[in-house]
């Protein structure tokens, strides 16, 4: 990719981010950050569990999306939206500090569980 291209840093990997990368044209930079190096089809992940399809068969490379990307095997772990950086955490080497221009976060979210309160009103 010629580096004269606006620079997109793209975070995770997940329905979002590999829709994006898809859907992106090639006026872009793209650079892609995440612990995950594949699109991982959720609603078939069940299946997998009881043998039914194999967990090969839903997952599919990021760099399958397209082929021109950067990829960093790494988690962000900070932005820094006026020095336009992100610091991430790499998987398999060590930290790893970028400036990007345009920056997409697409990381999903975890759920966290808590204890229901004396104040709940509980199921209506
Ligand atoms: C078993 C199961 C079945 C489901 N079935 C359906 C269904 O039938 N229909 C439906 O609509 N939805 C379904 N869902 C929900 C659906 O999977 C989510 O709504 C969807 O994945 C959310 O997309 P997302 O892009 O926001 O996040 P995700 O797809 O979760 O992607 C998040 C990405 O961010 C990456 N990431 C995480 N932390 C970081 C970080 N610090 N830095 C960089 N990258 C990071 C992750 O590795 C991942 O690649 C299902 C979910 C599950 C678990």
Redesign the pocket.
Known sequence: MPDSLPRLVI???????FTLVKNLSDRFNITI????NHF?F??L??STTVGTIEFRSIIEPIRYARRDLRFFH????SLDTGARSVR?RGVEAGDVFMVESMAVL????SVKNRQPQKQDPGPL
């Not at 950050?33 to 995950?36: A, L, Y």
């Not at 697409?106 to 979210?109: I, N, R």
């Open positions: 975070l995770g990997t997940g329905f979002g981010a950050i995440s612990p995950r991982l959720t609603p992940l069940p790494a988690a962000a772990e991430c697409a990381v999903g979210l």
